[in-house]
């Protein structure tokens, strides 16, 4: 079993900053790809970002540029950068993680932008 504990979500005005946090515990090494999605009110659930075991990124058109996506092996924790922060950022994001055999998610972590 794999734990994902998110932080770092926060009311920000529009084109302010924020980095997320998720820390991952319980079976590290089963894990390969982590990911940041997040869901608004009345929407589906979309991707933001993903960083895989190699490193290997990938964004959401919607936030290249904008949004960084990194990972500490050392400390189990995979972060998101959100920089020029939109009003359509507005959202629950989640982390998650990817296994062999299945997909964690974490609990959320509200983003609020002001405009």
């Known amino acids: 079993q794999v734990q994902l504990v998110e932080s770092g979500g926060a009311l920000v005005q529009a084109g302010g900053s924020l980095r997320l946090s998720c820390v991952a515990s319980g079976s590290i090494s089963s894990i390969k790809d982590m990911g940041w999605y997040r869901q608004a009110p009345g929407k589906q659930r979309e991707l933001v970002a993903t960083i895989t075991s190699s490193s290997r990124t990938n964004y959401a058109d919607s936030v290249k540029g904008r949004f960084t996506i990194s990972r500490d092996r050392a400390k189990n924790t995979v972060y998101l950068q959100m920089n020029s922060l939109k009003f359509e950022d507005t959202a629950v994001y989640y982390c998650?993680?990817?296994?062999?055999?299945?997909?964690?998610w974490g609990q959320g972590t509200q983003v609020t932008v002001s405009s």
């Open positions: 998650n993680a990817v296994t062999v055999v299945y997909v964690h």
